[in-house]
Nanobody
Framework: QVQLVESGGGLVQAGGSLRLSCAAS????????MGWFRQAPGREREFVAG????????DYAESVKDRFTISRDKFKNTVYLQMNSLKPEDTAVYYC???????????????WGKGALVTVSS
């Protein structure tokens, strides 16, 4: 069972930056792909970014391309989401995700963190 723990959420003004971290409990094939989803009030959970642990693949939602960057630290078993030029519409709970396969849909993901709240004020 993979455990994922997010940190780094908070309140930031529009145009500002935040970095989310997701620490995984172990290095197994169960988390060959890790990434981030987000869920705003009244909306479905949506894909934000993903990365293969090998580093050979990254993917981003169109809404965050050129503003967000996903990366991983193999030695720390940690994935990061650097968020720049934040907008009020980025406000959501951000969930770390892990799965043996690549993903873009929440229903296909095996493992989830508990979430970190990001609030962007205008």
């Amino acid at each position: 069972q993979v455990q994922l723990v997010e940190s780094g959420g908070g309140l930031v003004q529009a145009g500002g930056s935040l970095r989310l971290s997701c620490a995984a409990s172990e290095r197994t094939v169960s988390r060959n792909t890790m990434g981030w989803f987000r869920q705003a009030p009244g909306r479905e959970r949506e894909f934000v970014a993903g990365i293969r642990w090998s580093g050979s693949w990254t993917d981003y939602a169109e809404s965050v391309k050129d503003r967000f960057t996903i990366s991983r630290d193999k030695f720390k078993n940690t994935v990061y989401l650097q968020m720049n030029s934040l907008k009020p519409e980025d406000t959501a709970v951000y969930y770390c995700a892990a799965d043996p396969l690549t993903f873009r849909e929440a229903r296909t993901v095996d493992y989830w963190g508990k979430g970190a709240l990001v609030t962007v004020s205008s």
